[in-house]
């Protein structure tokens, strides 16, 4: 009986394992059948995408970055075909450092072209073909090519290379290309998506000037090819294929003749002007002395070009058009006429006695060393430059009213240019020096501060390009533009062709009658005042005024001796000017550093700047030299016609300008 039992009870376990071993596998397969419809039918799309991604790649082709030419069609930013050595890593046979110094045996090499690739490597695919060498001579492809069979994976492509035709010419508007920075690389991932794609396959990015603005239009955009590739990476065949669109081209109302003239004509010396067409806001010249090669910076600028442009005293990597400020000198005196004109604090026949110091708070304020001018209206006041007339003038006014009269010239504001990088300068006021400084004692606006404002002193710190687009707002009767470099964009793909000039601001309510006061006296500068001698024999009527600006401070009561000075701490010589004087076509603001009086270093390069454009004349060898060296009083020599002198572009390409 016992026995029976036992063996009872061992069926009984036997089936209750058996029961639980078929619950446990109809369990499984019931997960494993969950499973498949999950991966089969709910994942499926999701699935099958990937696994097309694996099969397919998409390898994108970059477009031909878009031209920048000058208002003639002067190529100034050009694109050219070189050859490469190409390397790609899915096709070679052997460890890849190996491949490279075998290379190297055959082509030179250098360990910043390893760096580059390394740096491509880690970016890119690996059955994209990335360079190791760029720019190869026609002996090193012949070279390679005889040994190419024992190379595979590694072939000889052209590609297309930046140049700047004009070199240093214009350097600092035309900007130049680099390599794409991890910095920008950070800045693209809050792009939207689609820029973010446009870029890939792209290693170089508009950095300064109009090809940093303009990158958009410049880069063009990205084509693609799909492939199939192998389990191993290896391209099998082409899918599909879209061309890239290449970038547009930029048309400049930059006159490139101008703007190497300009450059000529400073030589060695260091400065900066700016030449506007008060009807429309174009840039006709913008000239910043010295300057810098940008083709330097477009494979990269080696350790010793950098540090010599870096390290240089002259500062030629600062564009001083557009970053230098500089107090205005003289050359605010129009300015502040209109503002007291406009205003009603004076009247252009109101005449104060200049007795060649002004007196305030017991501190005496010179003018033109210890003799005065006698009585001075407003017109004297412009024409002789007088300095007691604008100290009385600044002192009745009041720093906030200048501000307010001042500021919508667009002195101590951002002008708009189609550029990055605008120094905003300083136009001061109460609330200016509040926010400015933090003491308490700093933040007082004192009552003597105002005095030196008046005659372009003390705070006011300003570019050429504030001063230049201040005078054609001027000239131009109170009508303001935005200035721009560039005047339309041309889509030469589609043809189509779109403006680039923005739309005209609000006008400044100025009365014609004042402003014909101020152009009539800044006309009577070169008449009979401080640029006579500069315009002596001009065909045409033009306005001006000259300015000298402190580069360092005077104690009160000095007189100022340049011979005492080391050159950099010598005054700045500016001039403002516009032409012809009936209707303006023409306003520019010229500084040439620590080159003294005005009329001395500055205003003979705008006597320059307007025997070009309004009479297509070219000055000779002896003139060019006379204004290098500051001779003001310089004859003009046999004219040239401006259209006969080569353009400053070996080989210059142009391309038809509607």
């Known amino acids: 009986m016992t026995e029976l039992k036992n063996t009872e009870r061992e069926l009984h376990r036997f089936r209750g394992r058996v029961i639980a071993a078929t619950l446990f596998v109809l369990g499984c397969f019931g997960l494993l059948g969950f499973r498949l419809v999950h991966l089969q039918v709910t994942r499926h799309d999701d699935y099958m995408a990937q696994a097309e991604a694996n099969r397919t790649a998409v390898v994108p082709i970059v477009p031909n970055r878009g031209l920048i030419v000058d208002r003639h069609g002067v190529v100034l930013a050009d694109n050219y075909s070189a050859y490469t050595l190409e390397i790609t890593p899915s096709r070679i046979n052997r460890p890849l450092d190996a491949l490279i110094d075998e290379l190297a045996t055959i082509i030179d090499v250098q360990p910043r072209d390893r760096r580059r690739f390394r740096r491509l490597l880690e970016d890119g695919k690996s059955f994209e073909s990335l360079p190791l060498r760029n720019k190869l001579s026609d002996e090193e492809v012949a070279r390679f090519t005889a040994q190419r069979f024992r190379f595979p994976g590694v072939e000889v492509r052209?590609?297309?290379?930046?140049?700047?035709?004009?070199?240093?010419?214009?350097?600092?508007?035309?900007?130049?290309?680099?390599?794409?920075?991890?910095?920008?690389?950070?800045?693209?991932?809050?792009?939207?998506?689609?820029?973010?794609?446009?870029?890939?396959?792209?290693?170089?990015?508009?950095?300064?000037?109009?090809?940093?603005?303009?990158?958009?239009?410049?880069?063009?955009?990205?084509g693609f090819e799909e492939l199939e590739t192998s389990a191993g990476g290896h391209a099998v065949r082409k899918l599909r294929s879209h061309p890239a669109s290449p970038g547009q081209t930029l048309v400049l109302s930059l006159d490139i003749k101008l703007q190497a003239l300009v450059e000529q004509l400073f030589g060695e010396r260091r400065g900066a002007l700016v030449a506007i067409d008060p009807r429309n806001g174009e840039v006709l010249a913008m000239v910043s002395r010295p300057?810098?090669?940008?083709?330097?910076?477009?494979?990269?600028?080696?350790?010793?070009?950098?540090?010599?442009?870096?390290?240089?005293?002259?500062?030629?990597?600062?564009?001083?058009?557009l970053r230098g400020t500089y107090p205005p000198g003289s050359t605010f005196k129009p300015f502040m006429a209109m503002a007291a004109l406009t205003s009603g604090k004076r009247t252009a026949g109101t005449v104060i006695h200049d007795g060649g110091t002004f007196t305030f708070g017991g501190n005496a304020f010179r003018s033109h060393g210890d003799h005065g001018l006698g009585s001075v209206d407003m017109y004297r006041s412009i024409v002789l430059s007088s300095n007691v007339y604008y100290y009385s003038l600044a002192n009745e006014m009041g720093v906030d009213l200048m501000h307010a009269q001042l500021s919508p010239y667009g002195f101590g504001e951002r002008t708009g240019i189609d550029l990055q990088g605008e120094a905003r300068g300083v136009l001061p006021s109460t609330t200016w020096k509040r926010e400015t400084y933090k003491k308490p004692a700093q933040q007082k606006w004192y009552a003597g501060e105002t005095i030196s404002l008046g005659i372009g002193q003390g705070y006011n710190n300003f570019t050429m390009l504030q001063l230049a687009h201040a005078t054609a707002t001027l000239v131009a009767g109170g009508q303001r533009h935005a200035p721009r470099l560039v005047h339309e964009i041309r889509n030469d793909v589609?043809?189509?062709?779109?403006?680039?000039?923005?739309?005209?601001?609000?006008?400044?309510?100025?009365?014609?009658?004042?402003?014909?006061?101020?152009?009539?006296?800044?006309?009577?500068?070169?008449?009979?005042?401080?640029?006579?001698?500069?315009?002596?024999?001009?065909?045409?009527?033009?306005?001006?005024?000259?300015?000298?600006?402190?580069?360092?401070?005077?104690?009160?009561?000095?007189?100022?001796?340049?011979?005492?000075?080391?050159?950099?701490?010598?005054?700045?010589?500016?001039?403002?000017?516009?032409?012809?004087?009936?209707?303006?076509?023409?306003?520019?603001?010229?500084?040439?550093?620590?080159?003294?009086?005005?009329?001395?270093?500055?205003?003979?390069?705008?006597?320059?700047?307007?025997?070009?454009?309004?009479?297509?004349?070219?000055?000779?060898?002896?003139?060019?030299?006379?204004?290098?060296?500051?001779?003001?009083?310089?004859?003009?020599?046999?004219?040239?016609?401006?259209?006969?002198?080569?353009?400053?572009?070996?080989?210059?390409?142009?391309?038809?300008?509607?």
């Open 291 to 321: 300057g810098f090669d940008p083709n330097l910076f477009v494979d990269g600028i080696d350790v010793e070009n950098w540090r010599a442009l870096n390290e240089s005293l002259d500062k030629p990597l600062l564009n001083r058009a």
């Open 494 to 658: 589609s043809g189509s062709r779109t403006p680039a000039a923005a739309p005209a601001l609000d006008p400044l309510p100025l009365k014609p009658e004042h402003v014909r006061v101020v152009m009539n006296a800044m006309y009577g500068v070169t008449q009979a005042g401080t640029s006579t001698s500069v315009f002596a024999g001009a065909p045409y009527k033009s306005g001006g005024k000259t300015g000298t600006a402190q580069a360092v401070t005077i104690r009160q009561g000095q007189k100022y001796d340049a011979r005492r000075l080391a050159d950099y701490q010598r005054d700045h010589s500016l001039y403002i000017a516009f032409a012809p004087l009936e209707a303006p076509t023409v306003a520019l603001a010229v500084i040439v550093e620590n080159a003294g009086f005005g009329a001395t270093a500055a205003a003979p390069i705008a006597r320059r700047v307007f025997d070009y454009l309004l009479l297509d004349r070219w000055p000779s060898e002896a003139d060019i030299a006379a204004t290098r060296a500051g001779q003001s009083v310089a004859p003009m020599g046999p004219p040239r016609a401006a259209s006969d002198i080569p353009l400053p572009i070996s080989d210059a390409r142009i391309v038809p300008v509607p």
């Open 158 to 222: 052209a590609r297309l290379f930046r140049t700047y035709p004009a070199g240093e010419i214009g350097g600092h508007l035309i900007g130049y290309i680099g390599r794409i920075s991890q910095r920008e690389k950070d800045a693209m991932e809050d792009w939207p998506e689609e820029d973010q794609a446009n870029y890939r396959g792209t290693d170089v990015i508009g950095k300064q000037g109009i090809e940093q603005f303009y990158e958009r239009e410049l880069h063009g955009i990205t």
